[in-house]
C-alpha cells in the first residue's frame, strides 16, 4: 500500500504542491513580452492590443487580439521547484485539432550554461483557474526562465510561485526592438501542441529577441487598421504573413498600400512578404495548388513593383519549403503540427538574419 501511495504522488506531481510555503509572485507587477504598445490602455491586462483598437479593427480581430498569444514572460530564480497559478478567459480549454496544452496552457524554458533556451516542462488545463507544479526537483544554481502564456485563449491572471527563501528576480521585458508577426491562424499559433512551439516563439528564442504576435485566426487580411497600429511600435522587422487567410485579388489591393503604410512611417525598418505555404495535400487538389499559384503569383507581383517603386529593405521569402516535402508538417493539412513550426522556423531564420544584418550560427 506504502508503494502504491508513493507512485500515485510521484505520478501526480504536476499538481501535488510540497507543504512548504509558496511566495507567489505575480506577473504584471514587472511586465511580459509581446505585449505592445507600451502602458497604452486596455481592457484587460493581458490584451495583446490597447483599448483604442475595439472599433478601429474589425470585431473578429478584436476578439482574437483578446487571446495572449506570443506573450511571454522571464524571472530569474534557483528554486528547486517552479509552481504556477493562472486563470483564462474561456472555458473552452482546447479545440479538436490544438490541444488544451497549447490552447490554454503554459509552457516553461530556461536558459542552460551556455546561455541557450532548452524546454523545461509544459501544462496540462483542466479547468479555467488553474494551479500546477511546473518542474520539481531542479537542479542547483540560479538560471533564467521563460513562461508562455496561452495560444488560443485569453489570460486573466498569472502567477510564479517558488518556495520562501529562494532567490527570486523579476526580469522587465526587454527594451530591444520586437519582431512583429502579422498573420493568420499559423501565425496565431495553431496548432502548437504548446505555446513555445509556434514559429514566432523558436525564432525569439534563436535570435534572442522579443516577439509581438499579431496573428489572428481566420482574420490575417493586411488591414489598414492593422497596420496603422503596427506603424506605433518601433519594430526591429515586420513580418507580413497574412497570405493563408487571402485570395490573389485580395492581396493585389492591399499588399502595396500596406507596405507603404508601414514604409511611411519607418523608413528604414526591414519588411518581409511571406509567401502562402502549400496544403499538404494541395499535389491532390488542381484547385488548390492553382490557389496558391495565383496566391504567390499576386504577392511576387506586389513585391515587384514595390521594388520599382524604390521600396528599400523590403524581403521575400517563398513558401513552398515552409512545412516541408513530405507531407507530414501538419494537422489537417493547413496548419502545421511541431514539426511544422520547427521546419517553418527553419525556413524563416536565414530571412530574418539577412533583413536583420545578422550572420548566420
Known sequence: MKQILTLFIVC?????????????????KWGVEGRGWGDQERKKWFDRFPAKADGKVTPSVWGLSRHSAGMMVRFKTDADAIHAKW??????LGMPHMPPSGVSGLDLYARDSKGKWRWAAAT????????????????PGIR??????????G???????VVAGAKFERLAPRKAKPLIFYGTSITHGACASRPGMTHPAILGRRLDMPVINIGFSGN??????????????????????????????????????LVKQLRKAHQHTPIVLVEDRRNANSWLMPARSEYHDANHAALRKAYEQLKAAGVK???????????????????????????????????FEPALRKALGVKPE
Open 155 to 161: 489570460t486573466e491572471s498569472l502567477a510564479i510561485g
Open 313 to 347: 529593405h523590403l524581403h521575400y521569402l517563398g513558401g513552398d519549403a515552409l512545412l516541408g516535402a513530405d507531407g507530414e508538417g501538419t494537422t489537417d493539412g493547413s496548419h502545421p503540427n511541431d514539426l511544422g513550426f520547427v521546419r517553418q522556423a527553419d525556413a
Open 144 to 153: 533564467e526562465y521563460a513562461v508562455y502564456l496561452p495560444l488560443y485563449n
Open 220 to 257: 490575417g487580411k493586411m488591414h489598414a487598421a492593422v497596420g496603422d497600429l503596427m506603424a506605433e511600435v518601433d519594430a526591429a522587422v515586420y513580418i507580413i504573413d497574412c497570405l493563408p487567410n487571402m485570395n490573389a485579388a485580395a492581396v493585389n489591393t492591399h499588399c502595396v498600400p
Open 124 to 139: 496540462r488545463p483542466s479547468k479555467q483557474e488553474m494551479q500546477a507544479t511546473l518542474l520539481r526537483g531542479i537542479k
Open 87 to 92: 486563470k483564462v478567459t474561456s472555458p473552452r
Open 12 to 28: 501526480n506531481a504536476y499538481t501535488t504542491f510540497a507543504q512548504d510555503k509558496v511566495n507567489w509572485h505575480d506577473v504584471t
